[in-house]
């Protein structure tokens, strides 16, 4: 399939990419290249093949959730740099 130069930078436009004319022509020889490989892969044989849903055999090994020991509300606040009463102090981040 072949990428023409109006389709890059539509993409790049998307992304918000810019490129110089040089990375615009090395972009559309990559993309039509990528596109080429995957036509490629759409002519292998794959009607016998089973689908897989994950390319690693590791398995997650799981442990039962056991309620431990919480901080109290005092000794949460034991760590804070600055708090106000009952409450962590924040530096503001909206105006």
């Known amino acids: 399939m072949k990428v023409d ?3 890059v930078k539509k993409i790049a436009h998307l992304a918000r990419l810019e ?4 990375g ?7 993309m039509t290249q990528i ?5 490629q892969l759409n ?6 093949v089973e689908p ?3 390319m690693s055999s ?6 039962e959730d056991v309620e431990g020991e919480h901080l109290s509300h005092e000794q949460a606040l034991k760590n804070a ?3 106000d009463s009952d409450y962590f102090r924040v530096p503001k981040v909206l105006e």
């Open 52 to 54: 897989i849903t994950t």
């Open 81 to 83: 740099p600055q708090r």
């Open 5 to 7: 130069v109006n389709t």
């Open 24 to 30: 615009l022509e090395k972009m559309k020889r990559d």
């Open 43 to 48: 002519e292998v044989d794959t009607e016998n």
């Open 35 to 39: 596109l080429d490989w995957e036509e």
């Open 58 to 63: 590791e398995v997650n090994v799981m442990r």
């Open 19 to 22: 490129f110089d004319e040089a």
